[in-house]
């Protein structure tokens, strides 16, 4: 029997990042829920947000000591996606490699597939 490929895999640096943030909210999370919503030039963005609660469709993916909560309605179009965790000198923030793109705009925020 083969085993069922993960929807998406967390870098360890996003999984420390998610650990930190978890901890410094200073209240019980069942985790982070990863979402797309339409937004942009390009057609939609990836949301990220605290999870009080794990919702009846939610895909849960349990990596590297945390909780990700997927919405059902993002699935479809982060499957093959790696989160990772970046910062340089200017910036610093999660960032989604998704083998599914076809296109970002040109700023970067918005994606299509």
Known sequence: MSETPQIMSVSDAAASRVKSMLDERGKPSAGVRIGVRTKGCSGMS????????KNEFDEVLEDKGVTILIDPKATMFIIGTEMDYVEDKLESGFVFSNPNEKGRCGCGESFHV
Do not use: K, P, V
Not at 46 to 53: G, I, K
């Open 46 to 53: 990836y949301t990220l947000e605290f999870a009080d609660e």
